[in-house]
């Protein structure tokens, strides 16, 4: 082990060097931008070049030096087998319910042994499944290769029960090639509706008639193309005639960056809806007739705009209910009558609370179900009847962290809910009303751990650097001593109104069967604390999102739970800004970190994937006061020269539609060769992976291996030191 080691660390140097000779030279005719009369010096810019020989070279050199420094660690092995047997011994793995109004069930389901999840069908919740389609069966025609593997990422059945709508997609990207199943005789029925983006922009609409559905389609899905992702559009699919493809008419200009999304939501309903989606959970919608859908001659009419602050709502005949934070930070739920809307002056139905968030809400026969959330980690479930304004708190089958609710509509008094925590993982009940009785509706047994009934879970407030108190969520287990000398994980993400909500997150559960405490920091720029917690971690405000995970480290480390030596971060994604902007203000603060796909470099934010759309959270370097916020929230940029950073894991994946892998490059790049000569920073790059939403099970296990192996490493436990 000693000689593979010193391999290792040989490697490391030479690889280093003669990155850091690379890097100079380029250096030597780097980019320098100039805004608002600021010179923003940007030497690694020759890694956005992604298609660029140098570029690709670099980030095969770092792949390789990450591979040995986890090959060169025993606790590697360890760790990985420890995920695969566990894995092996978890229950079936269930995704994508949909149930339907005749109470059939459709979802997806992946055994511990599978590496893709099939699609099954049962008539009931107590009846036998059927297989109905298996996506290893699927070529798609525009496949250059034969042994592509696809997977199903969406699932929607006509109103009919006769068809299905079935999403396909490759190597972990997000746009979806859209086929149609005949449910009766499980064969594929058309022909393919290409670069739909299904998952998170509303879905698939069955038109009324069966024969056909709408999706939003994105003309150009390739990354290279500076048009990627950009104009797109409605378009119906027939089923029954040869120009299948048809563009739905929109008469109001749409920004290049923006999608227009539509709902029906009840096959009753008389009107559709479109909505011009982008990272905002706020949008301008409009309106129309069904019948009238493809008319040319008839404008959409608009129905409520972005200032109405509408983040969820429901269509039943004329009755629009809806969840907004319009002078209600926290929401409120009202109503209005589509045949004459009054979004100024609705019936009020709940009310805002003033310390719980109304998170979710769905609507029965019975009356109005709604989600109350204290500080995104405390959830309660209430009722109201729809002639009286009393909640009534319903009593749970267990305490739970996050609350999902639905239903088949106002004509139906059935009610579903999800609930997890901290140390559980998801579990559904169907809740009866007259005879206040939860029945479990788990289409697979729940995994469960012994370990984790020995855990203690508290839940308290820290003030920050401006007093305001930020939710603190620390997980450990009952016998630890607060020493001072736990190694202690803590996650943080705050952006985009998204509640870091209770979950089993695979981090915590293996990081806490190692012995360590668990912690995520609720910070400004999420929504545990509704519209204005967005809001304060938002744009010019976001140096509140990382202050906030400053003032709750240093109160951990002050309270003995641990100690800046022991102590590890990680974040993903919008959450690389909070944790990136940490370590460059406090690098003394933290031993270690791991950024996940993270965005490192706002002031190039907006020219990479989905860029243009994202400008409406961080801003745009267009506009002056918006730019310095930029700049301020920007981690490359604040890399200083021979600083000790805490030791770093990064990780990109090539075909990412959502953050572009020059970020976390750019990053590793500047503070490798810019930092302090003893910074170890490992930079790993799936050239085939994308955001991560639809890894396989294989890889997923193994990046989770490398994350703990490494994090364990760095915050010094004797299992995972090279020997």
């Known amino acids: 082990m000693k000689t593979k080691l010193g391999l290792l660390i040989l490697l490391i140097l030479t690889t280093q060097c003669k990155q850091t000779e690379k890097a100079n030279t380029l250096k030597m005719s780097q980019v320098v931008d100039t805004y608002f009369g600021e010179k923003i010096e940007d030497p690694y810019r020759w890694l956005e070049n992604l298609e660029d020989s140098t570029t690709i070279s670099w980030l095969k050199d770092q792949k390789k030096v990450a591979d040995l420094a986890f090959a060169a660690n025993p606790g590697f092995d360890t760790i990985f087998n420890a995920i695969k047997s566990h894995k092996k011994k978890e229950q079936s793995f269930i995704s994508k319910i949909k149930i339907t109004d005749q109470d059939q069930y459709f979802y997806l389901k992946r055994l511990p042994i599978e590496k893709i999840a099939k699609l099954y069908k049962r008539n009931t919740f107590s009846d036998v499944e059927e297989l109905l389609y298996d996506p290893a069966a699927y070529q798609s025609s525009s496949s250059s290769s034969s042994s592509q593997s696809y997977v199903i990422n969406y699932i929607q059945p006509s109103w009919d029960l006769k068809k299905l709508v079935i999403g396909l997609t490759k190597n972990d990207e997000e746009y979806s090639e859209l086929v149609v199943l005949d449910i009766a005789s499980k064969k594929i029925i058309s022909g393919v509706a290409k670069n739909a983006l299904p998952?998170?922009?509303?879905?698939?609409?069955?038109?009324?008639?069966?024969?056909?559905?709408?999706?939003?389609?994105?003309?150009?899905?390739?990354?290279?193309?500076?048009?990627?992702?950009?104009?797109?559009?409605?378009?119906?699919?027939?089923?029954?005639?040869?120009?299948?493809?048809?563009?739905?008419?929109?008469?109001?200009?749409?920004?290049?960056?923006?999608?227009?999304?539509?709902?029906?939501?009840?096959?009753?309903?008389?009107?559709?809806?479109?909505?011009?989606?982008?990272?905002s959970s706020y949008r301008d919608t409009y309106y129309k007739k069904i019948e009238n859908l493809s008319d040319e001659k008839l404008s959409w009419k608009k129905l409520y705009g972005k200032e109405d602050k509408i983040r969820q709502f429901f269509l039943f005949g004329n009755d629009f209910y809806y969840r907004t934070s319009k002078d209600a930070s926290n929401f409120k739920i009202c109503k209005t009558d589509l045949s004459s809307p009054d979004f100024n002056n609705p019936?009020?139905?709940?009310?805002?609370?003033?310390?719980?968030?109304?998170?979710?809400?769905?609507?029965?026969?019975?009356?109005?179900?709604?989600?109350?959330?204290?500080?995104?980690v405390e959830a309660k479930l209430y009722f109201q009847g729809h002639t009286d304004k009393e909640n009534r708190e319903i009593v749970l089958p267990r305490a739970s962290g996050h609350i999902n609710i639905s239903s088949k509509g106002k004509e139906y008094a059935a009610i579903w809910m999800t609930i997890e925590g901290w140390t559980n993982y998801k579990e559904t009940y169907l809740f009866d009303l007259n005879k206040n009785e939860f029945t479990s509706r788990n289409l697979a047994p729940i995994t469960k751990y012994d370990f984790l009934d020995d855990v203690i879970v508290e839940e308290i407030e820290v003030p920050s650097h401006d007093g305001v108190m930020v939710p603190l969520s620390i997980i450990y287990k009952k016998r630890t001593q607060l020493n001072g000398q736990n190694r202690m994980l803590i996650n943080a993400y705050g952006a985009y109104k998204w509640s870091n909500s209770p979950y089993l997150y695979d981090y915590l559960l293996y990081w806490l069967q190692e012995g360590g405490i668990y912690v995520t920091a609720h910070v400004r720029g999420g929504g545990e604390k509704g519209n204005d917690w967005h809001l304060g971690g938002y744009k010019t405000t976001k140096p509140n999102s990382w202050k906030d995970l400053i003032a709750c480290t240093e109160f951990l480390i002050d309270k003995k739970y641990t100690t800046n030596n022991k102590t590890a971060l990680w974040g993903a994604s919008a959450g690389g800004v909070t944790i990136g902007r940490a370590i460059t203000e406090r690098p003394d603060l933290f031993k270690t970190a791991f950024i996940r796909a993270g965005i490192l470099n706002t002031l190039r934010r907006e020219f990479g994937p989905n860029g243009k759309s994202n400008t409406k959270e961080y801003g745009t370097v267009k506009d002056s006061i918006e730019f310095m916020g930029l700049l301020a929230m920007d981690a490359y940029h604040h890399i200083k020269n021979e600083v000790q950073y805490p030791s770093l894991y990064l990780t990109a994946g090539m075909k990412d539609s959502r953050v572009s892998p020059s970020q976390?490059?750019?990053?590793?790049?500047?503070?490798?060769?810019?930092?302090?000569?003893?910074?170890?920073?490992?930079?790993?790059?799936?050239?085939?992976?994308?955001?991560?939403?639809?890894?396989?099970?294989?890889?997923?296990?193994?990046?989770?291996?490398?994350?703990?192996?490494?994090?364990?490493?760095?915050?010094?436990?004797?299992?995972?030191?090279?020997?």
Do not use: C
């Open 347 to 376: 019936e009020v139905l709940v009310d805002e609370t003033k310390d719980m968030v109304i998170s979710d809400f769905a609507v029965t026969s019975d009356g109005i179900y709604v989600v109350k959330t204290k500080n995104g």
């Open 664 to 723: 976390p490059a750019k990053f590793a790049a500047k503070i490798v060769n810019e930092g302090h000569a003893d910074n170890l920073i490992l930079f790993d790059t799936d050239f085939e992976g994308g955001h991560g939403f639809e890894t396989a099970p294989d890889k997923r296990e193994k990046e989770l291996a490398k994350v703990m192996t490494f994090l364990l490493w760095q915050t010094g436990h004797p299992d995972y030191q090279p020997e």
């Open 199 to 279: 998952n998170s922009l509303g879905g698939i609409e069955w038109l009324p008639d069966n024969n056909g559905f709408i999706y939003t389609h994105t003309p150009v899905i390739d990354p290279k193309n500076e048009n990627y992702g950009l104009n797109r559009k409605i378009k119906t699919y027939r089923l029954n005639k040869k120009s299948k493809d048809q563009e739905v008419f929109f008469s109001e200009k749409i920004n290049s960056g923006d999608s227009p999304i539509t709902y029906f939501t009840n096959k009753n309903n008389p009107f559709v809806l479109l909505a011009i989606a982008n990272v």
